[in-house]
T-cell receptor, first 116, second 114 residues
Framework: GAVVSQHPSWVICKSGTSVKIECRSLDFQATTMFWYRQFPKQSLMLMATSNEGSKATYEQGVEKDKFLINHASLTLSTLTVTSAHPEDSSFYIC????????????FGAGTRLSVL | GENVEQHPSTLSVQEGDSAVIKCTYSDSASNYFPWYKQELGKGPQLIIDIRSNVGEKKDQRIAVTLNKTAKHFSLHITETQPEDSAVYFCAALRGSGGYQKVTFGIGTKLQVIP
């Protein structure tokens, strides 16, 4: 099946710093990618939809200035957590649908962010 | 919007027994229902899916059934093995008209006891 690579898998940072998470589709092009946040023992919450070449669409309650999304190519989307604080600590997961399989999404392995 | 309810939230079975996880959805326009398996510290992995024009689909020890009238679908795992232990999520969405948001159930933590 299609492969989505997410990097890094785990990052620890100091409060006030920014962290960038990359999501790559390795063997297909993805005009759309999705970013999720998952708290311990909870389901995935959609944060935003990343669109190649245009602005991301954010879900209600998600601060777009806090979570910057860039989808500069058909294989790469990045999520930058700006001025991170301990409450931003979470598991962040991206997903991408292969172009020929509408709405079948493949997920990255996730990034665990710990803000000290 | 779509609302997906999933139960049970936790499930323990003896190795070799069957496990069943049930989900209901609210949007009658939803026509694509994937199931994901998430192991600890990893992203969800698609294990099986079903479209609304099919009532049942099977892949080795895993099967999914769909009742459109009642708007519920279920995951069945037979001959469970310890490696089946994980969190399973159901989801529902409209599988056409451009990419749609995936609405996930809350997840079921399955523990297979050796």
């Amino acid at each position: 099946g299609a492969v989505v690579s997410q990097h890094p898998s785990w990052v620890i940072c100091k409060s006030g710093t920014s962290v960038k998470i990359e999501c790559r589709s390795l063997d297909f092009q993805a005009t759309t990618m999705f970013w999720y946040r998952q708290f311990p023992k909870q389901s995935l919450m959609l944060m935003a939809t990343s669109n190649e070449g245009s602005k991301a669409t954010y879900e209600q309650g998600v601060e777009k200035d806090k979570f910057l999304i860039n989808h500069a190519s058909l294989t790469l989307s990045t999520l930058t957590v700006t001025s991170a604080h301990p409450e931003d600590s979470s598991f962040y997961i991206c997903s991408a649908p292969p172009g020929t399989s509408v709405n079948i999404q493949y997920f990255g392995a996730g990034t665990r962010l710990s803000v000290l | 919007g779509e609302n997906v309810e999933q139960h049970p939230s936790t499930l323990s079975v003896q190795e070799g027994d069957s496990a069943v996880i049930k989900c209901t959805y609210s949007d009658s326009a939803s026509n694509y229902f994937p199931w994901y398996k998430q192991e600890l510290g990893k992203g969800p992995q698609l294990i099986i899916d079903i479209r609304s024009n099919v009532g049942e689909k099977k892949d080795q020890r895993i099967a999914v059934t769909l009742n459109k009238t009642a708007k519920h679908f279920s995951l069945h795992i037979t001959e469970t093995q310890p490696e089946d232990s994980a969190v399973y999520f159901c989801a529902a969405l409209r599988g056409s008209g451009g990419y749609q948001k995936v609405t996930f159930g809350i997840g079921t933590k399955l523990q297979v006891i050796p």
